[in-house]
């Protein structure tokens, strides 16, 4: 988007320019959300950036990365979980008291 646009967008008269440290954040948290399957980590990039600017993109990128790894994979927790046959919470469906 840097190379595309230098100068950034004209809105309005007012020119949004382009930080590639900000896709990079994004694409972070993103990714960390894919994996571990949490929202936390939407919050936490927020609080290390500072910027609440970056906080509707952060959180955007967080929740669609975390739709699409619920629906294709189970997290990383889980994986460990299974494999070092720990016990776990069965999963209740609503309604019940068992």
Do not use: C
């Amino acid at each position: 988007m840097a190379t595309l646009f230098p100068d950034g967008f004209n809105i309005d008269g007012h020119i949004y320019h382009i930080v590639p440290g900000a896709y990079a954040v994004i694409g972070a948290a993103a990714l960390t959300a894919g994996v571990t399957h949490t929202i936390s980590t939407g919050v936490i990039m927020m609080e290390l950036t500072g910027q609440i600017s970056y906080a509707l993109p952060i959180l955007i990128s967080v929740i669609l990365a975390n739709m699409v790894s619920q629906s294709l994979q189970p997290s990383i927790y889980d994986t460990v979980i299974r494999i070092k046959k720990l016990p776990y919470l069965p999963m209740l469906s609503w309604g019940h008291r068992e």
